[in-house]
């Protein structure tokens, strides 16, 4: 009969009602995966720059993230092609159990490390602000710009 429906072997009947449940349900767990692949795209490059009085005091960058959003960062560059200190110290900060901790730092020369330090070169995951800073011992370095390019790809 038109709208009767029956699986090979078994005696039961389905319903339309039954089949197309079925397929709301397969459709929307279609959706969820579909929604989890197209993260792996990434999110667009954020491309900046930001001029501060690098040697005066750490100076942020730039704030990567946002509360309670969960991201993993693939790549963080900065550029200190303008900046002459022998001594540039870039840190990280992030929140551990809700206070802003020091997470990592290191110094470079830029007259002798290049130009483009690659600070972040593989995936961290993050679920709060990553706040990025760099100092300087050149006061010729104050007011310079400083260039930073991330990917980030939700979670």
Known sequence: MPGEFY???????????????????????LDAVKSQTDKLAGQSP????????WQVAEADVVSIGAVGTRNKIH?????????????????????????ERKVYEQVFDAGSDPPGIPVINGSWALHNILRVTIQSNEVTDNGKSVDYDYMLEAM
């Open 46 to 53: 954020v491309e900046g720059s930001v001029a501060a009085d």
């Open 7 to 29: 699986i090979e072997n078994k005696a039961e009947r389905l319903s339309l009602q039954s089949i197309e449940d079925a397929i709301a349900t397969l459709e929307g767990k």
């Open 75 to 99: 790549d963080l560059t900065l550029s200190t092609h303008n900046l002459a200190g022998t001594q540039i110290t870039i840190r990280l900060y992030k929140a551990v159990n809700g206070i």
